[in-house]
Each structure stands twice: as structure tokens, then as C-alpha cells.
């Protein structure tokens, strides 16, 4: 059974810096895109971050480029992602999702990590 | 303001049909990139419902189908149940911002 588990959310203030984990099972790690999407309260979806199985190619979201940073370690079977410079518009529930082997959707989500930015 | 437009809400009596549509343009559904709907049950993380516009993953009843045409898409679903109360997103693939794209999402009550 796939299993994404997300950790390190908490109450920030605006400027500083947060660090989320994702420790995943069930399926071969390495091989898959793993992402980061989040969800502000009461908003839609908004994909944030992805790093490619294997080549580790990595993509963001204009919204965060520059201040957060995705990085996984195969060896753990985990996803990390550093956020700097947090602002108020980055509060949101923050899920860890598995791509599809084609890479075009996504169909495992994690329960979600909330990240509050707030003074 | 999201990349692709869905209808904020809908509602439709129990055992009725409705359908949600996903409004994109030319970088995203128009250019021949697949559209997937997730649902989204209150405090609960998203799951996928369908995918590649008319597949469904395995324990997702018929009752729910996918369409796409041009630069749209839709789900329907036939025989409404009440716990099929929930919100819904479709999302494809953006080649103008290099993103995946979510629709805003659309919100279906049973009456």
C-alpha cells in the first residue's frame, strides 16, 4: 500500500524559514516524481514543486522559485522542502503527491502538513 | 484566479445526473495535454478520480466519467448519492508556465 506521510509544519513568522518532510512507502521510491502541492484555507489546489525520479530534475511553481528548494533522498525513501523568505500567502495545508508513471497526474496524496506564516 | 475554469458549484437531486466542466485554452487542454479530476471530501486530502480524460482508477464506481473536447473537459455523475458531497478539481499540464494546473475547484451539494 502506498503511503506518503508529511511532517515539519508549524506557526512561522513572515521572513522566516520551515523545513517539510515527506517519508514515503509502498511503491519503488527512485522511479517516480514526487510533488509538493498545497491548499490555503478555504482555496483550491496549487502545485508548488517537483523533483523527477532518477535524474532528479526539478521544477517549481513561480510563486515559490527562489525561496523554497525540493530535494529527496532516495536512501530514506523521503522528500524534503526547505521554504525561505516565508509571507502570509504561503499559509496553506501542504500535500506530499506521487506523480504517475507518466508523469501527468497524480494518484497517491499524502494527509497533509499545515504551514501557518504569521506574526 | 485559476489557469483552468470550473463552476464554483453545483447541486443535483439524489439519483440525478450532473456534470462539472474545466475550461482551459491553447497552452493547457487545447494542446493536447490529458485532463484528471480529483475529489475532495471536507478535512480530507485529495484522491484521484479520474485520469487520461475517461480513465478510472480501480475502486471508483462507473457512475462517475470523464470527457474531453477541444479545450474543455467534463466529469459527469450519474445516480447522485449523498456521499458523493464533496469538492472537485480537474488538473492538467500548462506548456506556456511549464506547470501542472489545477481547475478552482467546484463545490457539489446533494439536495
Known amino acids: 500500500e502506498v503511503q506518503l506521510v508529511e511532517s515539519g509544519g508549524g506557526l512561522v513568522k513572515p521572513g522566516g524559514s520551515l523545513r517539510l518532510s515527506c517519508a514515503a512507502s509502498g511503491f519503488t521510491f527512485n522511479k517516480y516524481n514526487i510533488n509538493w502541492v498545497r491548499q490555503a484555507p478555504g482555496r483550491g489546489l496549487e502545485w508548488v514543486s517537483s523533483?523527477?525520479?532518477?535524474?532528479?530534475?526539478?521544477y517549481y511553481a513561480d510563486s515559490v522559485k527562489g525561496r523554497f528548494t525540493i530535494s529527496r533522498d532516495d536512501a530514506q525513501n523521503s522528500l524534503h522542502l526547505q521554504m525561505n523568505s516565508l509571507r502570509g500567502e504561503d499559509t496553506a495545508v501542504y500535500y506530499c503527491?506521487?506523480?504517475?508513471?507518466?508523469?501527468?497526474?497524480?494518484?497517491?496524496w499524502g494527509q497533509g502538513t499545515l504551514v501557518t506564516v504569521a506574526s | 484566479q485559476s489557469v483552468l475554469t470550473q463552476p464554483p458549484s453545483v447541486s443535483g437531486a439524489p439519483g440525478q445526473r450532473v456534470s462539472i466542466s474545466c475550461t482551459g485554452n491553447s497552452s493547457n487542454i487545447g494542446a493536447g495535454y490529458d485532463v484528471h479530476w480529483y475529489h475532495q471530501l471536507p478535512g480530507a486530502a485529495p484522491k484521484l478520480l479520474i485520469y487520461?480524460?475517461?480513465n478510472r482508477p480501480s475502486g471508483v464506481p462507473d457512475r462517475f466519467s470523464g470527457s474531453k473536447s477541444g479545450t474543455s473537459a467534463s466529469l459527469a455523475i450519474t445516480g447522485l448519492q449523498a456521499e458523493d458531497e464533496a469538492e472537485y478539481y480537474c488538473?492538467?499540464?500548462?506548456?506556456?508556465?511549464?506547470?501542472?494546473?489545477f481547475g478552482g475547484g467546484t463545490k457539489l451539494t446533494v439536495l
Open positions: 488538473q492538467s499540464y500548462d506548456t506556456s508556465l511549464s506547470a501542472w494546473v
Open positions: 487520461g480524460n475517461i
Open positions: 503527491v506521487k506523480s504517475s508513471w507518466q508523469n501527468d497526474f497524480f494518484d497517491y
Open positions: 523533483i523527477s525520479g532518477i535524474t532528479n530534475h526539478i
